[in-house]
């Protein structure tokens, strides 16, 4: 199958989000398409899957103009989409997922009698198998780690055994291991004739399994390039065009932090949550402080910061901030005016989808509106928002569910920032975003420590963590395996304290850490 957009624009109100983009699409080749949030790529591609109709141009399939006018006519046609956000279940299982999109799903089934031997599950679940080895066919999607949910809204679109496969940054919440699995996956499926679009906006995505580069600025198509063309900066310098100088991030010395006494105690956190569970999770932070939290996508990380903001029940332990407890296992859970949370899947946790920007921001201090609130004031911080971290479309009024991923999160992590905290949780808080727009998040986000915040700072980037975090400490199964100074420690260490495990099955806290106390987990 060949595909064809010629001349496709597409306007939101005053907005061109596509101004004449063209863009042939061969059979059997993997095109990456580039370029910062907001450039229009997402856009040009949900033209091409039947979300949008274009106002102006044309689509062309194996040389046949042809109206694409829903998702259904796109998949006809032998087209598929992985989108950002997922279109799962939680309540039902990984199998009962890809039962829900197969195409020749048997007539009836239970869940407990689906024989997954058989050569008709074996169909369904090839791709599990490949894509995400060990991973039970009967796990409730709740228990799933954002990685593994990803994995699968990919698996229901190979199942459906389209020929063009469209996929909406789907490396943006994998980590390393999973990535690689991926790409060499993107890679067999070109080799066996199917073409893929990448969106993204990692130059790893790129070097890894792109045949073909094609970079996208303000929605205009501004370059098309053989991979092995390309350089990462002649990439950047296109992508973000003269908006490359930008102010370094900074953050608090090591050295202002040692003589501040402690402003948040984590102590013996403890919390179950479906599969998940943390265990004994003892930490300090100093006021200024950024705490990184490393760890393999699935070992408690999204349960820890639930725990810390009061979204989860705690079994044992508690949240001490300047010596009032905001979280204590002996009462329930409850949200704080003193903490920000930019959580891990914004588009699920963070926004009402039907409600506007303005509405969405407001919700960040609702205990502190009228009862009949003075939208202008709301729309007037909004708008700030929306200016001071490009939010595009930069449109107050538009209802939040039509926002891209990336500008998403760039609208979640301004109102979180909006306000002076004494503790931020920031879980993956670039997560989706081009290297421009990570840098304001992190200039933003390391500006509030400066500012005498304490930050927890949960990332699967350790290149980031070593390069910002004051300390580093590593969550796997749930527990605390080893605290690093990113000064002393090196990659490698933190990398072994994430993925080793010990015959007698205790963490292995290494010798950088040895200074740390039982109690608190940190070295004074």
């Given at each position: 199958?060949?595909?064809?957009?010629?001349?496709?624009?597409?306007r939101f109100?005053d907005?061109?989000?596509?101004?004449?983009?063209?863009?042939?699409?061969?059979?059997?080749?993997?095109?990456?398409l580039?370029?910062?949030?907001g450039?229009?790529k997402?856009?040009l591609m949900?033209?091409?899957?039947?979300?949008?109709?274009?106002?102006?141009?044309a689509?062309?399939?194996?040389?046949?103009?042809?109206?694409?006018?829903?998702?259904?006519k796109?998949m006809?046609?032998?087209i598929g989409m992985?989108?950002?956000?997922f279109?799962?279940i939680?309540?039902?299982?990984?199998?009962d997922?890809?039962l829900?999109a197969?195409?020749?799903?048997?007539?009836?089934?239970f869940r407990?009698?689906?024989?997954?031997s058989?050569?008709?599950?074996?169909?369904?679940?090839?791709?599990?198998h490949e894509?995400?080895?060990?991973?039970?066919p009967?796990?409730?999607?709740?228990?799933?780690s954002v990685?593994?949910?990803?994995?699968?809204e990919?698996?229901?679109v190979?199942n459906?055994n389209?020929?063009?496969?469209?996929?909406?940054?789907?490396?943006?919440?994998?980590?390393?291991?999973?990535?690689?699995?991926?790409?060499?996956?993107?890679?067999k499926?070109?080799e066996g004739g199917?073409?893929?679009?990448l969106i993204?906006h990692?130059?790893?995505?790129?070097?890894a399994?792109?045949d073909?580069?094609?970079v996208?600025?303000?929605?205009?198509l501004?370059?098309?390039?053989?991979r092995e063309?390309?350089?990462e900066?002649?990439?950047?310098?296109?992508?973000?065009?003269e908006?490359?100088?930008?102010?370094?991030?900074?953050?608090?010395s090591?050295?202002?932090?040692t003589?501040?006494?402690?402003?948040v105690?984590?102590?013996?956190l403890?919390?179950n949550?479906?599969?998940?569970?943390?265990?004994d999770?003892?930490l300090?932070?100093?006021?200024g402080?950024?705490?990184?939290?490393?760890?393999v996508?699935?070992n408690?990380?999204h349960?820890?910061?639930?725990?810390?903001?009061g979204?989860?029940?705690l079994?044992?332990?508690e949240?001490i901030?300047?010596?009032v407890?905001?979280?204590?296992a002996s009462?329930?859970?409850?949200?704080?005016g003193?903490?920000?949370?930019?959580?891990?899947?914004p588009?699920?946790?963070?926004?009402a989808?039907?409600l506007?920007?303005?509405v969405?921001?407001?919700l960040s201090?609702?205990?502190?509106?009228?009862?009949?609130?003075r939208?202008?004031?709301e729309?007037?911080i909004?708008?700030?928002?929306?200016?001071?971290?490009?939010?595009?479309?930069p449109n107050?009024?538009?209802?939040?569910?039509?926002?891209?991923?990336?500008?998403?999160?760039k609208?979640?992590?301004?109102?979180?920032?909006k306000?002076e905290?004494?503790?931020?949780?920031?879980a993956y808080?670039?997560?989706?975003?081009?290297?421009?727009?990570?840098?304001?998040i992190?200039?933003?986000l390391f500006r509030?420590?400066?500012?005498g915040?304490a930050?927890l700072?949960?990332?699967?980037?350790?290149?980031?963590?070593?390069?910002?975090?004051?300390?580093?400490?590593v969550l796997?199964?749930?527990?605390?395996?080893?605290?690093f100074d990113p000064?002393?420690?090196?990659?490698?260490?933190?990398g072994r304290?994430?993925?080793?495990?010990q015959t007698?099955?205790?963490?292995?806290?290494p010798?950088t850490?040895?200074?740390s106390?039982?109690?608190?987990?940190?070295?004074?």
């Amino acid at each position: 199958m060949q595909i064809e957009l010629y001349n496709v624009s597409k306007r939101f109100g005053d907005i061109t989000a596509n101004d004449g983009v063209s863009l042939e699409i061969r059979k059997g080749e993997v095109i990456a398409l580039l370029g910062e949030n907001g450039a229009g790529k997402s856009t040009l591609m949900k033209m091409l899957f039947g979300l949008y109709p274009p106002d102006d141009g044309a689509i062309l399939v194996d040389g046949r103009e042809t109206s694409v006018s829903s998702p259904q006519k796109a998949m006809s046609l032998g087209i598929g989409m992985v989108f950002q956000q997922f279109n799962l279940i939680p309540a039902l299982s990984v199998l009962d997922n890809l039962l829900l999109a197969y195409p020749r799903a048997p007539f009836w089934t239970f869940r407990h009698l689906f024989d997954t031997s058989t050569s008709h599950a074996g169909q369904i679940l090839d791709y599990l198998h490949e894509l995400a080895p060990g991973l039970d066919p009967h796990t409730l999607v709740r228990d799933l780690s954002v990685g593994q949910r990803q994995l699968l809204e990919l698996i229901k679109v190979l199942n459906l055994n389209a020929q063009v496969l469209i996929l909406d940054e789907p490396t943006s919440v994998l980590p390393p291991q999973e990535a690689e699995r991926l790409w060499g996956m993107i890679r067999k499926l070109a080799e066996g004739g199917r073409s893929v679009v990448l969106i993204t906006h990692k130059m790893e995505d790129v070097m890894a399994c792109a045949d073909r580069v094609v970079v996208m600025r303000n929605g205009k198509l501004i370059n098309t390039l053989e991979r092995e063309e390309c350089t990462e900066d002649s990439l950047v310098q296109m992508m973000m065009g003269e908006r490359l100088d930008r102010e370094p991030v900074t953050t608090p010395s090591h050295d202002s932090l040692t003589a501040r006494p402690a402003k948040v105690l984590i102590r013996d956190l403890t919390a179950n949550q479906g599969l998940q569970s943390i265990r004994d999770i003892n930490l300090e932070l100093r006021p200024g402080e950024i705490l990184g939290i490393a760890g393999v996508s699935g070992n408690g990380q999204h349960l820890l910061a639930d725990a810390l903001v009061g979204l989860a029940q705690l079994s044992a332990g508690e949240v001490i901030v300047d010596g009032v407890t905001l979280q204590s296992a002996s009462r329930g859970p409850a949200s704080s005016g003193q903490v920000s949370y930019i959580p891990e899947q914004p588009a699920v946790n963070a926004v009402a989808d039907d409600l506007s920007l303005t509405v969405n921001v407001a919700l960040s201090h609702f205990r502190d509106l009228s009862f009949f609130p003075r939208w202008a004031p709301e729309k007037a911080i909004t708008e700030s928002i929306l200016d001071h971290y490009q939010v595009r479309p930069p449109n107050p009024a538009l209802k939040a569910g039509q926002l891209s991923g990336g500008n998403l999160q760039k609208l979640v992590v301004g109102r979180e920032l909006k306000d002076e905290k004494d503790l931020i949780v920031a879980a993956y808080p670039t997560m989706g975003l081009d290297a421009g727009a990570a840098h304001d998040i992190y200039q933003a986000l390391f500006r509030k420590a400066a500012e005498g915040a304490a930050i927890l700072w949960i990332s699967e980037d350790l290149d980031d963590l070593m390069e910002y975090a004051h300390r580093i400490a590593v969550l796997r199964g749930g527990e605390i395996a080893g605290i690093f100074d990113p000064r002393e420690a090196d990659r490698y260490d933190i990398g072994r304290a994430m993925t080793s495990h010990q015959t007698d099955g205790s963490p292995a806290i290494p010798d950088t850490v040895a200074a740390s106390q039982p109690r608190t987990g940190v070295s004074q």
